[in-house]
């Protein structure tokens, strides 16, 4: 059983556990960590919740071609764990988060046995979507769900509040404190912060923090956002090699995204819109009624290879859960489930050498 006890140092309060980084990892990881009885301190750079997690779209992807081998158990882990998940957060939050299991409509030019789904004849895939134009390639239906990320992200904030996490937001975390190569605590641009453990979940700023240099970039993705008319004008997700739509139940549609390497610019592109909504309206034509409500970009943070980094470093109390890339709304589940446990001292229940810190070998401990 976990034996977290809050410290104290010469007056000064000290937290079981401080989070870098206030994403959807981060706060997961801190509602957890309350379960275990840890007291912990969320500390975020800007507001909670309004990075790549504020940016995302939200599909729960568990089975897809993209998804690298060495991921696949996590992510269907994660995906079976998302009912009871997203389920807490509501009760505890008293807030929806817009869980969708309606499934997805995937036209795919890869080849056919690679993919997890039914095979769908046009006279039942126009029964599903019956505004869909025709779209060359097969077509598939796959069960999966989608989530509205902005609106978990805002019940796992009022979650981790509710059951007593402590934030400190706008302020930038500067320096990761050693004493003897152990961890301290923190330092940011305004004060310090004491702690005998500290989890870097600082997403595509995860490589600006010390002592360990983690080899994370930013991955920009620009969306777009239509209000659909009539409001359940597309009921599932629908997938193309051009294009992804995801229909919300307020009616709003986001249409994504790009894949850039374009370093820390969040700016979007009028061009890139114009594309995203011309692929969108050869997909569905009648999405031309369809009033643009907003366009942005977030940055997600990617890996060497595509894989995310989890686990104890070999700086005592330090450890790492970031470089989800797409998958970080989809792995936040899995990830809180299994960070706690490798904070705790226990042993995980999936073998997680495959994502350790170490096979980077970019350490630089501070002498």
């Not at 060359?136 to 009022?158: C, I, M, N, T, Y």
Request: aromatic share 6%; proline share 7%.
């Amino acid at each position: 059983m976990p034996s977290y006890i809050l410290l104290y140092n010469a007056g000064m309060k000290s937290w079981d556990v401080i989070i870098v980084g206030g994403g959807i990892i981060g706060l997961s990881l801190s509602i957890e960590l309350r379960k275990d009885g840890a007291s912990v301190l969320v500390v975020e750079r800007g507001e909670p919740g309004r990075e790549a997690s504020h940016a995302a779209g939200g599909m729960l992807v568990d089975c897809g071609l993209e998804t690298p081998p060495a991921l696949q158990p996590l992510a269907t882990a994660s995906a079976r764990m998302y009912p009871e998940f997203a389920h807490e957060l509501q009760v505890a939050s008293g807030m929806s988060v817009d869980l969708r299991d309606d499934g997805t409509v995937l036209f795919s030019s890869h080849d056919e046995s690679g993919i997890p789904g039914t095979a769908l004849p046009t006279a039942e895939l126009l029964k599903l979507e019956p505004f869909l134009a025709a779209v060359h390639g097969p077509a598939f239906f796959l069960k999966e769900r989608s989530v509205d990320p902005r609106a978990l992200v805002a019940a796992a904030w009022q979650t981790a509040k509710n059951r007593g996490v402590d934030f400190s937001s706008g302020d930038a975390v500067t320096a990761i404190n050693l004493s003897d190569h152990h961890v301290t605590g923190i330092t940011t641009t305004k004060t310090s912060f004491l702690a005998p453990k500290v989890v870097n979940c600082a997403g595509a700023w995860s490589g600006q923090l010390g002592p360990l240099a983690l080899p994370t970039r930013p991955v920009k993705g620009q969306m777009l956002c239509l209000a659909m008319h009539p409001r359940d004008l597309i009921k599932h997700v629908i997938r193309t090699p051009d294009v992804y739509l995801i229909p919300r139940s307020d009616g709003r549609l986001l249409v994504g995204a790009t894949v850039e390497e374009a370093g820390f610019d969040k700016r979007t592109v009028p061009t890139t819109m114009q594309r995203m909504h011309k692929a969108a309206l050869a997909v569905v034509p009648k999405l031309a009624d369809c009033r643009i409500l907003e366009d942005w970009a977030g940055l997600r943070p990617g890996t060497p290879d595509a894989l995310p980094i989890l686990g104890a470093t070999r700086v005592p109390g330090y450890y790492v859960a970031t470089g989800h890339f797409r998958d970080g709304i989809l792995l936040a589940p899995v990830t809180a489930h299994l960070m706690a446990q490798v904070l705790d001292d226990r042993s995980p229940g999936f073998d997680l050498t495959r994502f350790s810190p170490g096979r980077f070998l970019q350490d630089r401990v501070a002498s």
